[in-house]
C-alpha cells in the first residue's frame, strides 16, 4: 500500500487549496476514501469520505467549503478546500474508510494564517 500526499501549503484566510492523493498496492476503485487531518497535539480526526460510487459526506467542521472527489482510473482522491480557517490547519492525509490501513502516507502540510 501506498498513499502520496501532495497540495498543502502556507495560505491566508479565506484562501483556497486542492490536496491530491495518489493511491496504490490496493483496488481503489472498490473502498471508500477518506481524508482525515491531524492539528499538533491533536488526534487525527476524519474530514471528508466518498465511497466507491461517488457518494460523500463531510465533517461538520467543513461541511460547505471542502469538496472530496476520486478518479478510479487515476486512483487519485482530491479535496478541494475553500474559505479556509485558522482552524483548519493539520497535515492532511488520506486512507480508506472506515478501517484505515496501518501504513499512512507522509500527509501534506496546511498552514491558514495571516
Known amino acids: 500500500v501506498q498513499l502520496v500526499e501532495s497540495g498543502g501549503g502556507l495560505v491566508q484566510p479565506g484562501g483556497s487549496l486542492r490536496l491530491s492523493c495518489a493511491a496504490s498496492?490496493?483496488?481503489?476503485?472498490?473502498?471508500?476514501m477518506a481524508w482525515y487531518r491531524q492539528a499538533p497535539g491533536k488526534e487525527r480526526d476524519l474530514v471528508a469520505t466518498?465511497?466507491?460510487?461517488?457518494?460523500?459526506n463531510y465533517a461538520d467542521s467543513v461541511k460547505g467549503r471542502f469538496t472530496i472527489s476520486r478518479d478510479n482510473a487515476k486512483n487519485t482522491v482530491n479535496l478541494q478546500m475553500n474559505s479556509l480557517k485558522p482552524e483548519d490547519t493539520a497535515l492532511y492525509y488520506c486512507?480508506?474508510?472506515?478501517?484505515?490501513?496501518?501504513?499512512w502516507g507522509q500527509g501534506t502540510q496546511v498552514t491558514v494564517s495571516s
Open positions: 498496492g490496493f483496488f481503489f476503485s472498490i473502498n471508500t
Open positions: 466518498i465511497t466507491s460510487l461517488g457518494s460523500t
Open positions: 486512507n480508506v474508510y472506515p478501517k484505515a490501513f496501518n501504513r
